[in-house]
């Protein structure tokens, strides 16, 4: 194998924004911001979801639109055939306001 060409390879504490749970594990992923755990530095890599609080893995129904990905959709298409009506009148009433 050729030396100095492998990424570094160290400790990481995943963190879900959801629901706040943390656990550690290895990657090659470096984003920074680090923390110490019993003396080690650990990188901090933040999940938007997990499989904790995510409605596939949990069985549980919830809404989690972090980026507003819902609102900008039914703006690019309101008036389209693609939206509901439901989904319509909400866009008008919003917008309306």
Not at 18 to 40: A, L
Not at 50 to 57: D, N, R
Request: hydrophobic letters at 30%; glycine letters at 8%.
């Amino acid at each position: 194998m050729k030396a100095k060409i492998h990424p570094k390879y160290g400790p990481v504490l995943y963190r879900c924004a959801s629901c706040k749970q943390e656990w550690t594990g290895m990657s090659t992923k470096d984003e920074g911001k680090t923390e110490e755990i019993d003396g080690v530095p650990h990188t901090v890599i933040s999940l938007e979801i997990c499989s904790s609080c995510h409605p596939f893995y949990s069985g549980k129904k919830s809404f989690v639109d972090s980026a507003g990905r819902v609102d900008k959709f039914n703006r690019r298409f309101a008036g389209t055939k693609v939206m509901s009506k439901k989904a319509q009148k909400k866009a008008e009433a919003k917008a309306g306001e």
